[in-house]
């Protein structure tokens, strides 16, 4: 591939997709607020830069996988923001942020003659290392045309939700939110089980084999049931702006969702007991505790 892409975040998720990319052939200008945290890619043939401005060619693509909106926003517009570099270029968004942030990004880029495609992912890092992630997109369509080779790079299936910029982050939201959803149902399921003498291991074994045979049931079942929260695949603290997201799009839509608001409160709670560094699926300890089961 001959054309340079500028690749923001190298966390947990943007280093293996960043990798992918650079196996892909792909040339790789690559920024990260810890500089240390991109050093491995450089032995791949990335290029580590100082500043996200750097990261951006005129006319380009810069791909952005970052931890909130604000971050987001600061890496396109701040002082040292790409935005400016990538005049005419395409921001390509694969970061979990709100809908409203999008439609904004979108519209700064147009007023400079760019382009903004979202494309939320769905999967961890294992995923990502694996090219596994499902990606959700909509934007302009000759920016989500450019953007596909980057794309199948990185996933095994793109689905697309049309040119509205924050469509595609109002789908991510609300498969978060499913799965915020399955991990308390769990944590609420196998608590009554261990309180009648069942172990838990022993119930998620048949549920994912039977009733609830699909990857978030047999991933966080197994999780849970084991109490295997450490290393986290995503974090808690994480787990909690992304139900704050949802809330916020349920308000602006006049959409009242209940659970969420319950999710949030069981997530709030995990984080006053200091668990915000275990994977989001920690949010289950609620329910044992709820149960007296410490």
Same mark, same amino acid.
């Given at each position: ?7 923001? *975040? @190298? ?43 750097? &990261? ?5 693509? $810069?791909? @952005?996988?970052? &931890?909130?909106? %604000? ?11 790409? +935005?400016?570099?990538? *005049? ?7 970061? @979990? ?14 007023? %400079?003659?760019?382009?903004? $495609? #979202? =494309? ?8 990502? +290392? ?8 909509? !934007? ?12 199948? &790079? ?5 689905? /697309?939700?049309?040119?509205?910029? !924050? ?29 009648? !003498? $069942? ?15 699909? @990857? ?26 992304? #139900? ?15 659970? =969420? ?17 275990? /994977? ?9 505790? /709820? #149960?007296?089961?410490?």
């Amino acid at each position: 591939m001959s054309e340079i892409i500028g690749f923001i *975040g @190298t966390g947990m998720m943007g280093e293996p997709m960043a990798r992918n990319l650079l196996r892909a052939g792909f040339r790789l200008k690559v920024y990260n607020r810890t500089k240390e945290k991109a050093r491995a890619l450089a032995a791949e043939g990335a290029e580590i830069v100082d500043t996200p401005a750097q &990261a951006a060619v005129d006319g380009g693509i $810069v791909v @952005t996988m970052l &931890a909130n909106d %604000q971050a987001v926003e600061e890496a396109a517009f701040g002082p040292r923001g790409f +935005a400016p570099a990538l *005049g005419k270029g395409l921001h390509l968004s694969m970061s @979990t942020i709100a809908p409203a942030t999008a439609a904004r990004l979108a519209e700064r880029h147009r007023t %400079q003659g760019g382009a903004y $495609v #979202a =494309a939320p992912v769905f999967g961890p890092p294992p995923a990502a +290392a694996a090219k596994k992630l499902w990606i959700c997109t909509s !934007g302009d369509e000759a920016a989500k045309t450019r953007a596909k080779p980057i794309l199948d &790079a990185l996933g095994q299936g793109i689905f /697309d939700f049309g040119e509205e910029p !924050g469509a595609a982050n109002v789908v991510k939201l609300a498969g978060n939110f499913l799965i915020m959803s399955a991990m308390e149902a769990l944590a609420e399921a196998f608590a009554l089980a261990e309180k009648n !003498g $069942v172990a838990p291991a022993a119930l998620a074994n048949m549920l994912g084999q039977t009733l609830f045979n699909c @990857t978030v049931y047999h991933t966080y079942g197994r999780f849970i049931a084991e109490r295997n929260y450490d290393p986290p695949r995503f974090r808690l603290d994480l787990g909690l702006k992304d #139900a704050s997201l949802v809330l916020d799009a349920a308000r602006a839509a006049r959409t009242p969702m209940p659970f =969420a608001a319950l999710i949030q409160q069981r997530i709030l709670s995990g984080l006053a007991k200091g668990r915000g560094g275990l /994977d989001w699926s920690a949010m289950a300890l609620g329910a044992r505790e /709820d #149960a007296g089961l410490g």
